[in-house]
């Protein structure tokens, strides 16, 4: 059973439920998403039933915009709790207080933030809304003289990404505060199967352009990347899934993991992979992956033959974040042909509308070996240049 919400589904995604055939659910806001009656449509009635007489029926869905649906439609079943395992923060730290007994972490409520007192906590740590999605609202506090201008800017982001989602995605009314997780930072879809065992299908790696950078701009994935943290993400969605007794249950996973090989989790999102069809989408140009297929038909990807097929180059995901400091009113266009001649072999190029979303858009690339600067001189841009003002 697919679950489609907004802000956004691919063609890829379409494609994919169209060729299977697949469920997918009549709510308004897939219908007023996709507009092929084709589809293997299924009343939100119908849907509510089937689930309900299969406790671990499949269910994927492109966007946290659902979980409201799953909420009010599927109270009776596992999935609303399994959901909170995952997207509230704050539970999910709590979930794994056994394996990280020394990791710290607090729950603040944002009514509080401004008589919270800092002076005892380990510096650096990380600030993040509870519930939330993309990167927003998340800053790092390198020491105390910091706060009260994190302050500012918490407050500032809010003003500026409230109305984006809904609250089941994003959430400001709570925080977390948690110490900073040192190591590279990678991004993981996987699922797990009919039988609970968990199946990884793509791990990006989200490259930072400095220890203060906590933006999305850029996520690689290549053989090297994959071979080198299989292992040790498999190991951590493992004890995952034993604590959690999923099946049939897809997720998207970031972590940590350090120069002694320690691997800590960031978040997990429940229900789908990369939001807005991303990491999902990037698994079938760089492997040849279909991940939503092979969760569906609980199939395991074949790294070796996988590998054996394709060259080892890097494909990149690149999120085109507004971080002009241009302000959207203020900006007539985005020239997306500049843009992609400054790429060796663009793949896909999705454009957002200026001002429905603080984003221009997504590129997928793909980078030779010694081609690396490309990615580097995008993830440091501030993106002025392909930007047209009023």
């Given at each position: 059973m697919i679950l489609i919400g907004k802000p956004y589904v691919s063609d890829f995604l379409i494609k994919t439920i169209k060729k299977n055939k697949f469920q997918i659910v009549a709510t308004a806001e897939a219908k007023e998403l996709i507009s092929d009656e084709s589809l293997n449509w299924v009343s939100e009635a119908a849907a509510k039933k089937i689930i309900k007489s299969e406790p671990n029926h499949l269910i994927y869905s492109n966007s946290e915009n659902t979980i409201s649906w799953v909420e009010a439609n599927l109270s009776e079943t596992k999935r609303p709790e399994q959901i909170k395992h995952f997207k509230n923060k704050i539970a999910f730290r709590e979930l794994l207080k056994d394996v990280y007994p020394n990791y710290f972490f607090k729950g603040v409520k944002y009514e509080d933030l401004d008589t919270?007192?800092?002076?005892?906590?380990?510096?650096?740590?990380?600030?993040?809304?509870?519930?939330?999605?993309?990167?927003?609202?998340?800053?790092?506090?390198?020491?105390?003289?910091?706060?009260?201008?994190?302050?500012?800017?918490?407050?500032?982001?809010?003003?500026?990404?409230?109305?984006?989602?809904?609250?089941?995605?994003?959430?400001?009314?709570?925080?977390?505060?948690?110490?900073?997780?040192?190591?590279?930072?990678?991004?993981?879809?996987?699922?797990?199967?009919?039988?609970?065992?968990?199946?990884?299908?793509?791990?990006?790696?989200?490259?930072?352009?400095?220890?203060?950078?906590?933006?999305d701009r850029v996520y690689s994935t290549s053989k090297e990347i994959i071979t080198s943290t299989l292992k040790p993400v498999q190991n951590l969605v493992n004890i995952i899934g034993e604590k959690t007794g999923l099946k049939n249950f897809p997720i998207h996973i970031e972590v940590r993991?350090?120069?002694?090989?320690?691997?800590?989790?960031?978040?997990?999102?429940?229900?789908?992979?990369?939001?807005?069809?991303?990491?999902?989408?990037?698994?079938?140009?760089?492997?040849?992956?279909?991940?939503?297929?092979?969760?569906?038909?609980?199939?395991?990807?074949?790294?070796?033959?996988?590998?054996?097929?394709?060259?080892?180059?890097?494909?990149?995901?690149?999120?085109?974040?507004?971080?002009?400091?241009?302000?959207?009113?203020?900006?007539?266009?985005?020239?997306?042909?500049?843009?992609?001649?400054?790429?060796?072999?663009?793949?896909?190029?999705?454009?957002?509308?200026?001002?429905?979303?603080?984003?221009?858009?997504?590129?997928?690339?793909?980078?030779s070996k010694g081609n690396e600067g490309e990615l580097k001189t995008i993830l440091t841009s501030n993106l002025r240049k392909y930007i047209v003002k009023k």
């Amino acid at each position: 059973m697919i679950l489609i919400g907004k802000p956004y589904v691919s063609d890829f995604l379409i494609k994919t439920i169209k060729k299977n055939k697949f469920q997918i659910v009549a709510t308004a806001e897939a219908k007023e998403l996709i507009s092929d009656e084709s589809l293997n449509w299924v009343s939100e009635a119908a849907a509510k039933k089937i689930i309900k007489s299969e406790p671990n029926h499949l269910i994927y869905s492109n966007s946290e915009n659902t979980i409201s649906w799953v909420e009010a439609n599927l109270s009776e079943t596992k999935r609303p709790e399994q959901i909170k395992h995952f997207k509230n923060k704050i539970a999910f730290r709590e979930l794994l207080k056994d394996v990280y007994p020394n990791y710290f972490f607090k729950g603040v409520k944002y009514e509080d933030l401004d008589t919270f007192s800092v002076n005892n906590l380990k510096f650096p740590f990380i600030i993040k809304p509870a519930i939330g999605f993309f990167s927003l609202g998340v800053h790092k506090v390198d020491e105390p003289a910091e706060w009260n201008d994190v302050l500012t800017k918490i407050k500032t982001d809010i003003e500026h990404i409230k109305g984006f989602y809904p609250t089941e995605v994003l959430n400001t009314n709570n925080f977390i505060i948690e110490e900073c997780i040192e190591g590279e930072e990678y991004a993981i879809d996987c699922y797990y199967n009919n039988k609970g065992e968990a199946v990884i299908l793509n791990c990006m790696h989200h490259v930072f352009s400095s220890g203060k950078d906590v933006s999305d701009r850029v996520y690689s994935t290549s053989k090297e990347i994959i071979t080198s943290t299989l292992k040790p993400v498999q190991n951590l969605v493992n004890i995952i899934g034993e604590k959690t007794g999923l099946k049939n249950f897809p997720i998207h996973i970031e972590v940590r993991i350090d120069s002694n090989g320690t691997i800590i989790p960031i978040e997990v999102n429940p229900m789908r992979f990369g939001g807005w069809c991303t990491t999902g989408d990037v698994a079938n140009y760089a492997f040849g992956i279909n991940s939503y297929e092979y969760f569906i038909y609980n199939k395991k990807p074949n790294w070796n033959a996988i590998f054996k097929q394709k060259e080892d180059k890097k494909c990149s995901l690149i999120l085109l974040d507004n971080n002009s400091g241009i302000e959207q009113n203020d900006i007539a266009s985005f020239d997306y042909d500049k843009l992609l001649a400054d790429f060796e072999n663009p793949l896909l190029l999705r454009k957002i509308t200026i001002g429905e979303y603080p984003i221009f858009g997504f590129l997928f690339t793909e980078t030779s070996k010694g081609n690396e600067g490309e990615l580097k001189t995008i993830l440091t841009s501030n993106l002025r240049k392909y930007i047209v003002k009023k």
